[in-house]
């Protein structure tokens, strides 16, 4: 799970669904001790640790982490001990797998499991998108990139090569 693609995933699933405060401040706790946790699938939390960092009281918890399992945003299960078992569903994956179910003709949108992948999904079909900055500043390196051809200094080349480099690990998707 990529965290901050989370969180953007989530902003925008907020602006176009609203929740409450509780539920906001129970998904980001949420998502900050499964952090912390690895990024396990299931992960255990007492609701005396989620009172602390989520500033909700025990029935908030209860009440906000219904309205999230409702959403399709989480699921939780209790076990024998006293913390809670909560697993975060991604968002990202969600919106990736209605992007490819779209273009497929099969696509039953009654599935329950597609539930929160059809609602996200159709919530973003005017998604703005953000400028890639990387790319316009190519045009702007390459110019720079040849004014070490005009230096008659005897390192020129290993700052054209280090600067490729630099350039390369810049362009990469994950950057």
Known sequence: MNYLKEIVAFSEYNSINPMSSGQI?????????????????????????LTLNSGLSVSGIRKNRIALQKKGLIDFRFNNKDATEYKINSLVMFKKEEVYSNSDSNNDSNNDSNSISNNYSNSFGNTLYK?????????????????????????????????????????????
């Open 25 to 49: 401040s129970l998904w980001y706790t949420l998502m900050a001790l499964n952090n912390k946790c690895g990024w396990r699938e299931w992960f255990s939390v007492p609701n005396s640790v």
């Open 131 to 175: 400028q890639n900055k990387t790319k316009q500043n190519k045009m702007k390196y390459y110019t720079k990139k040849n004014s070490f051809n005009n230096y008659e200094d005897s390192n020129a080349s290993d700052y054209q090569k280090l600067e490729d480099e630099i350039l390369d690990i810049m362009l990469k998707p994950d950057y």
